[in-house]
């Protein structure tokens, strides 16, 4: 008996063991995805966290220099000028030579045109007018010789330098701005300044000299002529021009008093007279109005009697005074927005149809990003900019704002104003004033 029951208590044990190890692999088997799964989401974690702390011990800092710079708000449109202009009623016959250029003022009867017999003579004339350029550019130099010392020679040549300097900046900008009508009288005046220059150490007898021999050829190409020329006269005093398109016994100023949107848009829609017989025109007076349809919200911040500044799209960067004379209003119609103004009129005498920018208010200051404003502990609105190895605090006071960023005053004269130049921190980790950064 003893030995029987010996034997069921180790098939008991061997029994046991048996379906320890079994529900053990039972555990194992349901455990390992859960396993998985906690390991992997701990692996994120850890991932997320390294990247948070190395991108906050790594974040580079970004800065932006603080510049100067100028918004307008404004309105744009396109409009139609009217001035007081009559037609030149002429028929030559022959070749026709304008004397005068656009613009000039002319008094009545003062010659503005040459008409010759043949082309010939048109040559010839042209011939005189360079040699008339050349004299009145030697002569120009020969202003700078009775500067020279007691040789004769001229040694104006820093002064000429400096000029040309300048006329090459004036130039340049001209031509960046595509306006290569403004382009004449500043390239003449280079002209002449780097012919001066190259007679800078010529003496004033040789210059005199050259004048003399010039003055002599031309007066002979001008003996070679003769009948073959004859003069046109200004019938009126006035500014002449050359251009003409029809519309100068139309779109007068004894209309804009009366005129609307409507009306305007069907005098441009028909075309101007005939320039049969006509060779130009005379604006009898300097003042000249500018008409331009705006919609009613826009025509509603301008007001009568306040003058704004006008930028036409032929003369670039220009800025024109000019007063609200008008806002003609008709039921069912846009406002019509007539300015009156007296100036520049030689640069917009061939104008008629332009594009233009209505100048509301302009703001001038230091431009600075919207992500750099901070504020300080007081709630004072300011940005952080670099001094020496220092963060430093600035104040700000924005007279201007955008999307994107914010315009402020400045001060030059005192060193806690934001200044032209400042390095403005735009993002940085734990800024504070006066806090060292790297």
């Known amino acids: 008996m003893q030995e029987r029951s010996a034997k069921v208590k180790r098939v008991q044990h061997y029994v046991r063991k048996h379906q320890d190890r079994q529900a053990k692999k039972k555990r194992s088997a349901y455990m390992a995805p859960i396993k998985l799964t906690v390991g992997i989401m701990l692996a994120v974690v850890f991932v997320y966290f390294g ?9 580079p800092m970004e800065v932006v220099t603080a510049l100067s710079t100028t918004v307008n708000e404004e309105l744009s449109g396109v409009g139609y000028f009217i001035r ?44 005189i007018q360079a040699y008339d350029k050349r004299i009145a550019t030697l002569e120009n130099a020969l202003n700078y010789s009775s500067s020279g010392d007691e040789s004769g020679e001229i040694n104006v040549t820093e002064q000429l330098a400096g000029d040309i300097y300048d006329m090459l900046l004036q130039v340049s900008d001209i031509a960046d701005d595509g306006n290569y009508t403004l382009m004449t009288e500043e390239t003449a005046e280079l002209e002449s300044l780097i012919i001066n220059r190259d007679f800078a150490f010529t003496s004033a007898s040789e210059l005199q000299s050259a004048i003399t021999l010039l003055k002599r050829q031309r007066d002979a190409l001008k003996s070679t ?15 002449f021009s050359s251009v003409q398109d029809g519309y100068e016994d139309i779109l007068t100023p004894a209309i804009v008093d009366n005129l609307d949107s409507d009306k305007l848009r069907a005098i441009v829609s028909r075309a101007g007279r ?25 025509a509603a911040k301008l007001t009568v009697g306040k003058t704004y500044q006008l930028r036409f799209s032929a003369t670039g960067d220009l800025l024109i005074d000019a007063q609200v004379y008008a806002i003609n209003k008709k039921t069912g119609s846009d406002p019509l927005v007539v300015f009156k103004s007296d100036r520049e009129l030689t640069r917009l005498i061939n104008l008629r149809r332009q594009a233009v920018h209505i100048i509301l208010s302009s703001y ?24 020496g190895m220092y963060a430093e605090f600035k104040k700000i006071e924005p007279i201007y704002e955008s999307r994107e960023f914010y315009i402020v005053k400045t001060n030059p004269t005192s060193t806690r104003s934001l200044l032209v130049y400042d390095e403005i921190i735009v993002s940085a980790r734990k800024l504070a004033n006066r806090k060292v950064i790297a």
């Not at 948070?52 to 790594?58: G, L, P, R, T």
């Not at 002529?225 to 500014?239: C, T």
């Not at 001038?364 to 001094?387: C, F, H, Q």
């Open 84 to 127: 007081r202009e009559i037609p030149i009623e002429a028929e030559p016959e022959g070749i026709l030579h304008y004397t005068s250029t656009d613009g000039e003022k002319l008094h009545r009867f003062e010659q503005y045109a040459n008409v010759y017999e043949d082309d010939s003579a048109v040559e010839t004339t042209k011939r």
């Open 274 to 298: 005939s320039l049969e017989g006509t060779v130009g025109k005379m604006v009898t007076d300097y003042s000249w109005y500018f008409v331009c349809p705006l919609r009613g919200d826009e």
């Open 364 to 387: 001038s200051g230091l431009k600075v990003p919207r992500e750099a404003l901070r504020m300080d502990d007081k709630g004072n609105m300011g940005v952080y900019v670099i001094t």
């Open 51 to 59: 990247v948070q702390i190395y991108s906050a011990i790594n974040v």
């Open 225 to 239: 002529i003769g009948e073959r020329e004859s003069a046109l006269y200004a019938p009126y005093a006035g500014y």
